[in-house]
């Protein structure tokens, strides 16, 4: 249990302290302190990160890292990496990191080491990867694999389907689908133009028992039995699962079942067996330098001093964003179209994390927590929502995430630079429009009529961090994906919640499951308790009683 910092003089002292601080422009941040952007970055990896572009002094990052230790944040790190319970709600450790830990570290939980287990899955997941990419592995027709198709949700599907589109430059492998949704056009339209003899699903679930991959998978089971027969399932379902029985139970034998562990949170879980679909895509090496990525910033964060620390910054930005300021999102832009998905991946990641209103120990917290992830890849955003950004009313902390070189480039239209040069210019012009905007009088210089002016003013004063990666690889994925995951837990830390359980979405599922019989039933007034619910059950009654192709 964290203690309480909401309650301390730190506490006042920084919020206190973010008044002066929101009375200061940006550019007045940078004429009274020209060196900042020299000095407020941070290495981590193979990411330079400039957060010079925020709204702090040099005292406000004192400070916020007064809070981080008076939080118990460096205790709670070890906690973590050592395998203690901090999961309270669900009485668990939170060891994702073990996932990408050197195969000669030791971590004894319950008397077992639990790197050698996740090695001895990694080492099973390798060789089944070489025989599906090889051919060894075939269809029940003796067809090679030519397509995977993910069928899972929430953790079992962002991870894997934001990497294997991040990493689209580096699939030599069979072509990897997803299906996520228990609306039947996922499945229907990922299959309309496959061949089940050369298709292979990965069905993939911590419980083996959620209602989206259960329902599709039955699906996709019956697509395969009609047209190859029941014998043909062992040659093309595999399972990953924290649940043996219940993947035997579905007809998928041991030996096609690659484990995980409770102590890996859905959210957490791309780099264990969840991530399977990816190594078949990219190969167990590429696989591998993806685990090294995240394990560089996992050493990073467990070594740093909290002054060079990146996810302890960053994570300490957004509870100052969030806690002091009363910012309710972060727009995540990547500046990179193979990073596509990683905002909507974000999104589990940090809102089912710390989306919370009591802390760890059921009392309610006493700040905002949680920020709202959203966000598209730059330059799309430009063209639709950055105006808001700009000049909106809302103050949205922005990350831009960029890479120095290119996976692959193209020249412009003059011929010169190149279009990755064009992407890296608008990521740079949009951190420094927003912090520094345009003023009236630099307007009106323009000759700009003075009815026009006040819609030109940029205002500015909107923060940045500029997240440069060398390049989009494997290991530079790792390295992101780590950074986020540490910086939620770190916030979590100071807010003093469970971060790494989420009991939210459960009266949602069941209640579908309860009104479920209320939407096919056409009987009498459906009881529902409420007259909205009502309505609408009536109205969809009516309408699929009107439907002829319904069983
Ligand atoms: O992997 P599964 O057990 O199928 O769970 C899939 C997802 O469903 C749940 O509702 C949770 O909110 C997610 O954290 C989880 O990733």
Redesign the pocket.
């Known amino acids: 249990m964290t203690h309480n910092v909401t309650t301390t003089p730190l506490w006042n002292k920084l919020s206190d302290h973010h008044w002066e601080v929101a009375a200061t422009h940006l550019r007045e941040l940078f004429d009274a302190d020209p060196h900042r952007g020299e000095d407020l970055n941070v290495t981590a990896g193979d990411l330079y990160i400039d957060y010079s572009k925020h709204r702090v002094t040099r005292e406000t990052v004192g400070l916020l890292l007064d809070l981080a230790r008076a939080a118990g944040v460096e205790h709670h790190r070890e906690a973590m990496f050592t395998g203690e319970h901090i999961n309270t709600s669900e009485d668990r450790a939170v060891l994702h990191t073990a996932l990408r830990a050197n195969p000669e570290r030791e971590l004894i939980l319950d008397g077992q080491n639990v790197i050698e287990d996740v090695h001895a899955v990694l080492g099973r997941m390798g060789e089944f990867t070489d025989r599906v990419r090889s051919g060894v592995w075939r269809g029940a027709t003796g067809e090679r694999i030519r397509t995977v198709v993910n069928i ?5 599907d962002l991870g894997p389907a934001m990497a294997y589109r991040a990493l689209r430059h580096y699939v030599d492998g069979p072509e990897v689908r997803f299906v996520s949704n228990i609306d039947p056009t996922d499945l229907l339209s990922n299959l309309t133009d496959l061949d089940p003899r050369t298709t292979l699903f990965v069905v ?4 083996f028992s ?1 209602l989206e ?1 259960m329902t599709n998978a039955s699906a996709a089971r019956r697509w395969i039995t009609g047209a190859l027969g029941e014998d043909a399932v062992p040659r093309h379902f595999v399972a990953v699962s924290t649940d043996t029985a219940r993947v035997t139970d579905f007809g998928i034998t041991a030996d096609n079942m690659f484990g995980f562990w409770e102590w890996v949170g ?2 957490y879980s791309v780099g264990s067996a969840v991530g399977l679909s990816v190594m078949i895509a990219i190969g167990r090496e590429r696989f591998t330098e993806f685990l090294g990525g995240m394990r560089a910033i996992d050493e990073h964060f467990r070594t740093a001093p909290l002054e060079s620390n990146a996810p302890v910054i960053l994570g300490m930005l957004g509870v100052w964003y969030s806690s002091f300021f009363g910012a309710d999102s972060r727009a995540v832009l990547p500046y990179a179209n193979d990073l596509a998905r990683f905002p909507a991946y974000l999104q589990q990641l940090t809102m ?1 994390s710390n989306g919370k209103s009591v802390r760890a120990d059921g009392t309610p917290v006493g700040t905002f927590t949680g920020e709202v992830f959203w966000g598209e890849p730059g330059t799309n955003g430009q063209h639709a929502f950055h105006q808001l950004l700009h000049q909106g009313t809302h103050l949205i902390p922005v990350d831009f995430v960029g890479f120095t070189e290119p996976v692959e480039d193209l020249p412009t239209l003059d011929g010169i630079g190149s279009m990755h040069d064009v992407l890296t210019a608008n990521l740079l012009a949009q951190s420094k429009v927003l912090a520094f905007g345009r003023t009236e009088a630099e307007i009106a210089e323009d000759g700009t009529p003075a009815e026009l002016v006040p819609h030109k003013v940029m205002p500015g004063n909107r923060p940045s961090t500029t997240i440069l990666g060398t390049k989009l690889t494997p290991s530079t994925l790792g390295q992101l994906i780590a950074l986020y995951e540490h910086q939620v837990f770190v916030q979590g830390v100071v807010w003093g919640i469970d971060s790494f359980d ?1 009991w939210g ?1 459960e009266l949602g ?1 069941t209640s579908a499951l309860e009104l479920g019989p209320a939407l096919w039933d056409q009987g009498g007034a459906p009881e529902v308790g409420d007259s909205s619910t009502a309505s609408l059950i009536r109205l969809y009654r009516r309408a699929r009683k009107e439907r002829s192709c319904l069983p």
Do not use: D, L, N, P
């Open positions: 899972g949700i929430g953790g079992s993939v679930s911590k419980t959620t991959t859905g959210r089912e989420q979405v599922k």
